[in-house]
């Protein structure tokens, strides 16, 4: 999918993609180094609901995303954007939302809120798919 195409909310433009990225790097980060899990999980699809001007080069920025369990252990020090997917039917999957604050210099995430996917979402077409997905991820609608 294409990157540059609009998004609810707020329209994505080249302009605002590198917060978009920071918003959505900080997200997957947080939920990685914060949750008691064995594995990284990596994005499999992500939305940016909303931004709010907070002042000058800030903003809030409110996004919807998925997560999948990778192979890499958490430990391992990998980034999670360069590890695979398990494979499998039963997966575990996070639905995620998050508000970011994007400043010049720092991205904090000021809330995280997530919960158990559909386990079902990991059948073979999604397989397929997932191979052929490189590892950054997309926003595009629901």
Same mark, same amino acid.
């Not at 499999?44 to 903003?59: C, F």
């Not at 210099?105 to 397989?127: A, F, I, R, Y």
């Given at each position: 999918?294409?990157?540059?195409?609009?998004?609810?909310?707020?329209?994505?433009?080249?302009?605002?993609?590198?917060?978009?990225?920071?918003?959505?790097?900080?997200?997957?980060?947080?939920?990685?180094?914060?949750?008691?899990?064995?594995?990284?999980?990596?994005?499999?699809?992500?939305?940016?609901?909303?931004?709010?001007?907070?002042?000058?080069?800030?903003?809030?920025?409110?996004?919807?995303?998925?997560?999948?369990?990778?192979?890499?252990?958490?430990?391992?020090?990998?980034?999670?954007?360069?590890?695979?997917?398990?494979?499998?039917?039963?997966?575990?999957?996070?639905?995620? $939302?998050?508000?970011?604050?994007?400043?010049?210099? $720092?991205?904090?995430?000021?809330?995280?809120?997530?919960?158990?996917? $559909?386990?079902?979402? $990991?059948?073979?077409?999604?397989?397929?798919?997932?191979?052929?997905?490189?590892?950054?991820?997309?926003?595009?609608?629901?």
């Amino acid at each position: 999918m294409d990157r540059r195409r609009g998004v609810s909310g707020f329209p994505f433009t080249p302009n605002n993609a590198p917060m978009a990225e920071k918003a959505l790097e900080a997200s997957m980060t947080h939920f990685n180094t914060q949750r008691a899990i064995t594995h990284l999980y990596r994005m499999t699809r992500a939305n940016m609901k909303r931004v709010v001007p907070i002042g000058l080069e800030t903003y809030d920025i409110m996004l919807k995303f998925d997560l999948k369990e990778t192979q890499c252990l958490k430990n391992s020090g990998q980034d999670a954007q360069q590890c695979n997917f398990k494979a499998g039917f039963f997966v575990p999957t996070y639905t995620c $939302s998050s508000r970011v604050r994007v400043m010049a210099t $720092s991205t904090q995430v000021v809330s995280l809120h997530c919960g158990h996917g $559909s386990s079902s979402e $990991s059948g073979s077409s999604e397989e397929a798919a997932n191979k052929e997905e490189s590892s950054s991820w997309k926003l595009y609608k629901y």
